[in-house]
């Protein structure tokens, strides 16, 4: 292991366990948005016991004896959600050379990488994701269903995670790992036990056998992507057979449905289907968006995925490049269609196509295309907390809820970017971070004392 990992994880495991149990923790800053309300409270005051929010609102008064933390002029928020990740994978590089690299890699040391991802994202204030796919080419490992665990565990930091394992798709498309590769180059075609699946009763298997090793949650590929090589980005690639049975089985298993789907035609017949949430939806057309409306269906935009990859647009084939083109084109309309009718939009960006820790740069991609900074925020708590079917424990600052609460510099109603500039962070009344990231701490430690480190 690197130094300055260890150095970092010196500072969570010393940091978080200094403060007796019964300890209250009041967090004070000039500003607050509880999760719920359209305008910010002044004076924000929070008190903390155990993993618990116990009193909240403006100027409350503080018990004797409790440890203040007063963060000065900034806002404190609910924890941010993402409700698109993917943290154990890294998509953000170039992307010939990421598929090669994947082909050496053991699962093994993408999982150790993917502690690595855990780590930046909480860091950057988001304490809760639905990680939405967990892929290896050629691979059974259940490396989320890992992650989620030793997280919980306490073994890593990094935020709480309900988890897809490998997604489900039809032969040839978007989740089919082999797409692209010759064939049986890795010595049979995929099957449900990959997440590849053909006929309803194939798809049932596959949602059991995910649920059976550990998904909190069902991801399936009902349309093209943009980042695999043979499929079109907007061909249908689940029948509607298929679709009612995914969600059928899903829902009887008390687990939520999220498709990637970026075809309209496919999309209203996921809305029919009664998919719980609608992932990218770069071409769905406002009829559509209707139909979501009136079904209470969420839109999760993930903008910062196209941003990303018009950015560095040289970094994909050229397949991939018209296909991104053509999505990023029909994604800014759709979006501001979604404001204007009035769809659920939740707070979601596909990290991993993009470096992860850079999440809250979805935000003011979302104010820049219609969405009042207000609704951006609950978008990423309130809202998420909602699709994800947490709202009881997170999501808003209220008494009773478990103390997952973040705080931005300055004012995010004026200044959206503010989100991205996250300098604390409490994860289930823990301090996970206070300042500067771990990371940065490790950065200007020209010389850390090793020593320290050996008992
Ligand atoms: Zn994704």
Redesign the pocket.
Known sequence: MKITSCVVLAFFFFGASSYAADELIVLKAARMFDGKSNSLVQNGVIIVKDDKIVDVGSNQQVPSGARVVDLGDATLCPGFMDA???LTEDFSGNYNERRLRELDLNVSEQAIQATEFARVTIEAGFTTVRD??SRFVASHEFVDVALRNSINKRVIVGPRMLVATKGIGATGGHFDSTNGFRDFLFGREPDYTDGIANGPDEIRKAVRFEVKNGADVI?AAVSG?VLSLTDEVDTPQLTPAEMAALVDESHRLRKKVAV?CHGDQVAREAIEAGVDSI??GSFMKPDTLMMMKKKGVFLTP?LM?SEWIMGKIGNYPPALQAKAKAATAARSDMFRNAVKIGVKISFGT?A??FPHGQNAKEFKLMVDLGMTPIEALKSATANDAELLGIAQKVGTLENGKLADVIAVPGDPTTDITATERVSFVMKEGRIIRQGPSGAEKAEKTASPDVSALAD
């Open positions: 698109h990740t993917h939405l796919g991801k992507g990637h992932e990218h993930t995925a596909d991993a196509v």
